[in-house]
């Protein structure tokens, strides 16, 4: 058996993911701004992503940058 079988449909190897839960504009909001901040605190975009993601609060983040924490610790603290 390889990587690509046992395939659900023949005709459609690849299925679409399932959907994934609307997100309200408040929700939007606060991880447009989440990711912001983390990409102003040196994070890459993917660090960043995660980071808006979760339930990590934003005053950790802050202090973090605050005392001047290495850029590179940020996401191994946060994340």
């Known amino acids: 058996m390889g990587i690509?079988?046992?395939r659900p449909n023949p005709k459609d190897p690849w299925p679409d993911p399932p959907d994934?839960?609307?997100l309200s504009?408040?929700?939007r909001?606060?991880?447009r701004r989440r990711?912001?901040?983390a990409r102003a605190a040196g994070m890459s975009i993917v660090e960043a992503?995660?980071?808006a993601g979760s339930e990590?609060?934003?005053g950790?983040?802050?202090s973090l940058v605050e005392k001047k924490c290495p850029t590179d610790l940020l996401p191994r603290i946060l994340i």
């Open 60 to 62: 950790e983040l802050r």
């Open 56 to 58: 990590r609060d934003i």
């Open 4 to 6: 690509m079988s046992p």
């Open 20 to 22: 994934l839960p609307q």
């Open 49 to 51: 992503e995660l980071f």
């Open 25 to 27: 504009d408040e929700v």
């Open 29 to 31: 909001e606060v991880r």
């Open 35 to 37: 990711y912001k901040e």
